[in-house]
Nanobody, 119 residues
Framework: QVQLVESGGGLVQAGGSLRLSCAASGITFSVNAMGWYRQAPGKQRELVATITGGWNTNYADSVKGRFTISRDNAKRTVSLQMNSLKPEDTAVYYC?????????????WGQGTQVTVSS
């Protein structure tokens, strides 16, 4: 059974920092690309940052220079360090794991953790 368990969300003032973590089980962690997505009220879920098994990273333009994604294959965790937070970063943040499967990809999702940034 695949489980992705997020932690580290909370309430922070604008300009502050938070660190999200996601612990994975039930998958071959090292071959999965890992990522963070977010969904604000009334908006679609959007990509925040991803990191491949080969350690290549990708960030949404809105978070470049402020957020850093990292992974620890030994601990089976992926983290998102969020600095200089803005009220528009307020959302539920979801951990994602995905890997190639045939001609497509299989995606797994965590249940999400709330991040609220007050102005």
């Amino acid at each position: 059974q695949v489980q992705l368990v997020e932690s580290g969300g909370g309430l922070v003032q604008a300009g502050g920092s938070l660190r999200l973590s996601c612990a994975a089980s039930g998958i071959t962690f090292s071959v999965n690309a890992m990522g963070w997505y977010r969904q604000a009220p009334g908006k679609q879920r959007e990509l925040v940052a991803t990191i491949t098994g080969g350690w290549n990273t990708n960030y949404a333009d809105s978070v470049k220079g402020r957020f850093t994604i990292s992974r620890d294959n030994a601990k089976r965790t992926v983290s998102l360090q969020m600095n200089s937070l803005k009220p528009e970063d307020t959302a539920v943040y979801y951990c994602n794991a995905n890997r190639l499967a045939g001609s497509g990809r299989i995606h797994y999702w965590g249940q999400g953790t709330q991040v609220t940034v007050s102005s």
